[in-house]
C-alpha cells in the first residue's frame, strides 16, 4: 500500500467506535485490512484463501469490507484521486468516451441476467466512462441482457465535481463518444441538454470501421479494469460489493497515472 495512497483513503474511513458497555468488534488496523481488500481484488482470491500474512483474520476483512462499502467509501476515494488529478491538470476533458462489458456472475444474485454473448448463462455488465486519455470517470453496474444505451444517463450524472488545476470544479466533458447501441433520439437530445457536444455513431449511415480511432481508448481501460481479477468474473452474490470493487478498481487505475507522473496527493 503506498503511503501517497493512504494518505488519501485514511481520512474517508469510518472511525472505529468503541461499545460504552464494552465488549462487541475489537479495533483493527485499518491499513492492514485495506491492504488485505487491494490483494483480493488483484489477485482473485476467495476471502477465505486470505494468506494470514496480513495479520488480520478473514471474518474481520469480510465485515470491514461489507462496513464500508455500505458507507460508500470506494465512491468518495475515487472522487479524492480524481481530485488530486483534476488539480494536477491531468484529466482531459476534450472528450469523454463510454462503453460496457459482459460479465459471467458464477453464483447469480442481484443485477444479473440472462447473457446474450455467453450462451444465456447468467452475467452481468461492466459499464464505464472515461476521460479522452482513458482514465476511468464514472463506473456501473447492471444485469448482462441491459442495452448499453439505459446506461448512458446514469454514467454521465455519476462524474463527481472535480478539481481543476483552476476555476471551478467540473463534471462534464465537451463532447461524449459512443458506438451505435447508443443511438437512441432521446439520448441525444439529453446530452445535448446537458451542454455535451454528442459524437455518438449513428445506426445504417456511419460506417463501423472509423469508431476505433476514438473507441480503443474505452476498451483499453476495460482491459485494465479486467486485469484486477476479481473483476474478471463475479463471484460476488450482493451487486453492491462487485460495483465496490469495481469501483476500487477504477481508483486504483487513476492512481497509477498519478504515482507514474512522479506527483505526490496533497
Known sequence: MPDELWALAEPLIPRFEARPQGGGTAPVDDRAVFTAI?????????????????????????????????????????????????????????RAVCDG??????KGGSMTGSNPVDRGK?????????????????????????????????LVKAVPAIKSRRGPRRRKPAKLHANKAYDHVELRKWVRDRGITVRIARKGIESS??????????????????????????????????????????????????????????
Open 38 to 94: 487491494v490483494f483480493v481484488l488483484t489477485s482473485g482470491c476467495a476471502w477465505r484463501y486470505l494468506p494470514p500474512s496480513f495479520g488480520v483474520t478473514v471474518p474481520t476483512v469480510h465485515r470491514r469490507f461489507t462496513a464500508w462499502t455500505e458507507a460508500g467509501l470506494w465512491r468518495r476515494l475515487h472522487r479524492a484521486v480524481l481530485d488530486e488529478l483534476g488539480s494536477q491538470g491531468m484529466i482531459d476533458w476534450s
Open 101 to 106: 462489458a459482459s460479465v459471467r456472475a458464477k
Open 122 to 154: 447468467a452475467g452481468s455488465k461492466i459499464h464505464v466512462m472515461s476521460d479522452r486519455a482513458g482514465l476511468p470517470l464514472s463506473v456501473a453496474i447492471s444485469a448482462a441482457n441491459t442495452n448499453d444505451a439505459d446506461a448512458l444517463k446514469p
Open 209 to 266: 470501421k472509423k469508431l476505433g480511432h476514438h473507441r480503443w481508448v474505452i476498451e483499453r481501460s476495460i482491459a485494465w479494469l479486467s486485469g484486477y481479477h476479481r473483476l474478471s468474473i463475479r463471484y460476488d452474490r450482493k451487486a453492491t460489493h462487485y460495483l465496490g470493487f469495481l469501483t476500487l478498481a477504477a481508483t486504483l487505475t487513476c492512481y497509477k497515472k498519478l504515482a507514474k507522473a512522479g506527483k505526490p496527493a496533497t
